[in-house]
């Protein structure tokens, strides 16, 4: 018979799969990264949207083909309902504003996007058809070996992204983080992401058993010069389910020279 697992690595097994259930469960989730069916640059000037094909911002089948319009002049934005459409005129908030304005439709929702001054529709299908043919994630065997402590160096900064759409998104950064891995120091430098750090890297596994343009990892704030990496939690950016994000790239020094095994694998079409 095989020896008892040791209680300690019991609770953390349990911990670990608990954490990625509920990732599992946001991502399958109303609203969640498997309904983004669509992301449509706005030009200066009237937009057309509605579920016409000739629309400037085409909607899902399940909405009226004339929805209404959105008028961008000078970084300012302004939703008017088509006739018979059940939405409020407003003025629009992008995401870049906690309260942003969400408008929705039955089973569809959209909503404004602000990347380096230029302006997008994000659309979301609670219906669509990558959350119904959705077949789970993929993971490396729970390793609590990358569960590692790094050493926090403050060092205010900002970080310049590339993104898979082409634009530029730029971050505050409170500094680096230097670890040890089979005698080697390796350093990661993370963005602040409200109350978290967030980390976008690639290692040696991009491209072969993960997704090949970065992972993300969360963790909190630095306690007593210190934080907490645990790549048993390292996940899919948004990227891998849909077309319609702008996931950030890693910058150079979130390249490493390292196979991280552990954490989420490719997913379905990036296999």
């Known amino acids: 018979m095989p020896a008892a697992m040791p209680a300690a690595e019991t609770a953390y097994q349990r911990e670990i799969a608990?954490?990625?259930?509920?990732?599992?469960?946001?991502?399958?989730?109303?609203?969640?990264?498997?309904?983004?069916?669509?992301?449509?640059?706005?030009?200066?000037?009237?937009?057309?949207?509605?579920s016409d094909s000739r629309a400037d911002v085409p909607l899902p089948a399940s909405v009226p083909p004339r929805v209404g319009t959105i008028t961008l002049r000078k970084g300012k934005l302004h939703f008017k309902p088509a006739t018979g459409v059940h939405l409020q005129e407003t003025d629009l908030k992008t995401d870049s504003m906690p309260d942003?304005?969400?408008?929705?439709?039955?089973?569809?929702?959209?909503y404004v996007i602000e990347r380096e001054n230029?302006?997008?529709?994000?659309?979301?299908?609670?219906?669509?058809?990558?959350?119904?043919?959705?077949?789970?994630?993929?993971?490396?065997?729970?390793?609590?070996?990358?569960?590692?402590?790094?050493?926090?160096?403050?060092?205010?900064?900002?970080?310049?992204?590339?993104?898979?759409?082409?634009?530029?998104?730029?971050?505050?950064?409170?500094?680096?983080?230097?670890?040890?891995?089979?005698?080697?120091?390796?350093?990661?430098?993370?963005?602040?992401?409200?109350?978290?750090?967030?980390?976008?890297f690639r290692d040696q596994?991009?491209?072969?058993?993960?997704?090949?343009?970065?992972?993300?990892?969360?963790?909190?704030?630095?306690?007593?010069?210190?934080v907490d990496l645990d790549f048993n939690k390292a996940e899919n950016p948004p990227c891998a389910f849909t077309d319609y994000a702008t996931c950030p790239l890693p910058p150079p020094q979130n390249r490493l020279k390292l196979a991280v095994t552990a954490g989420e694998q490719k997913y379905g079409r990036n296999r």
């Open 18 to 50: 608990k954490w990625r259930a509920d990732r599992e469960s946001r991502l399958k989730a109303d609203d969640g990264w498997l309904t983004v069916v669509g992301l449509h640059w706005l030009k200066e000037g009237e937009s057309q949207l509605g």
């Open 205 to 226: 596994t991009s491209g072969k058993t993960t997704y090949g343009a970065s992972r993300f990892l969360y963790t909190g704030m630095p306690k007593n010069g210190f």
């Open 100 to 110: 942003y304005t969400k408008l929705t439709l039955g089973r569809v929702m959209f």
């Open 118 to 200: 230029k302006f997008a529709v994000r659309v979301k299908d609670n219906d669509s058809e990558s959350r119904n043919k959705f077949t789970g994630l993929s993971w490396y065997s729970v390793d609590p070996s990358w569960k590692i402590k790094a050493k926090f160096i403050p060092a205010p900064h900002t970080v310049t992204f590339d993104t898979e759409v082409g634009v530029r998104e730029r971050d505050e950064s409170p500094g680096y983080v230097t670890f040890t891995r089979g005698g080697q120091e390796y350093r990661l430098e993370p963005i602040k992401d409200d109350d978290d750090l967030m980390f976008v």
